[in-house]
């Protein structure tokens, strides 16, 4: 190699070399991407571990429910003029009314509104955890009996019998007296329509096991599952309100547009 072609050959070897910041940002990137990827599955681990009976959780329980609820509730969750005593009501009913978004409530009114949740799964959790050491309660079901298993069709006889008169045959919902409601179960999970049926939240009685059996619960909610996956399948539902109102909508719209066009026709033949 001649003295005229080395810096040639340097030159190339230089222009091919990577940057010195290159292997930093690279090691960044991996960084984020790990740590990214650690701290959502820890979460979520947490999430699904946590231990409600622990004294941990119980007491991180108590800090929240002072931070949060105490104004209505008292302070030992004795209840107040302006929420009930909440001993006893189990841990239950606290996954319901928190993790629904009813509570806190945003406004005093007829009953406690559906809106978005406030509390972390683990906080709900904890709060849960601390409302049922003070006293016993309904617990948060197991997962075999919301999972939606069960035999549909004796569930749909038993909504029929129980829930229908309220919701809906078909869970739509519907109006109840002093501007109360039923509400639609169209988005309900398994778990808090369970959690529904054995704390009687708001308007809705307590069903209790000894009417109707952790089982046949079960088969309600693998039947209001089936419908939240199964649509209507003949085109427009008319909000699911049951036949009496199809069949207004029928005579007011459908024959109306009919006697609408019988004028419309002899206006024009003449």
């Not at 005593?85 to 928190?98: H, K, R, W």
Request: glycine content about 12%.
């Amino acid at each position: 190699m001649t003295e005229s072609t080395k810096p040639k050959v340097r030159a190339a070897r230089k222009t091919g070399r990577r940057h010195p910041l290159a292997t930093v940002a690279l090691l960044a990137i991996g960084l984020v991407f790990t740590g990214g990827a650690y701290t959502a599955f820890s979460a979520s681990t947490a999430s699904a571990e946590t231990d409600i009976t622990s004294q941990q959780t119980i007491d991180e329980g108590k800090k929240l429910f002072q931070a949060n609820c105490a104004t209505c509730h008292g302070l030992e969750a004795q209840g107040t003029g302006d929420g009930p005593s909440l001993i006893g009501v189990g841990a239950a009913a606290v996954d319901f009314q928190v993790g629904t978004g009813r509570m806190p409530m945003q406004m005093h009114g007829p009953q406690a509104e559906v809106k978005p949740v406030q509390f972390t799964d683990e906080q709900i959790k904890a709060l849960a955890g601390y409302v049922a050491s003070l006293a016993p309660g309904p617990a948060i079901p197991a997962p075999e009996l919301v999972d939606g298993g069960g035999n549909a069709a004796n569930g749909a006889e038993l909504f029929r019998i129980n829930c229908a008169m309220c919701h809906n045959v078909a869970g739509a919902g519907g109006a109840l007296t002093e501007g109360k409601y039923a509400p639609n179960l169209s988005e309900v999970t398994g778990t808090h329509i369970y959690e529904a049926m054995v704390t009687g939240p708001q308007n809705m009685p307590v069903i209790s096991d000894l009417n109707v059996s952790p089982e046949d619960k079960r088969d309600i909610i693998t039947y209001i599952k089936y419908m939240q996956d199964n649509r209507s399948p003949g085109g427009f539902e008319l909000g699911s309100l049951g036949p009496v109102a199809e069949g207004l909508f029928i005579w007011i719209f459908g024959l109306g547009t009919i006697v609408a066009l019988t004028v419309w026709i002899t206006a024009k033949s003449n």
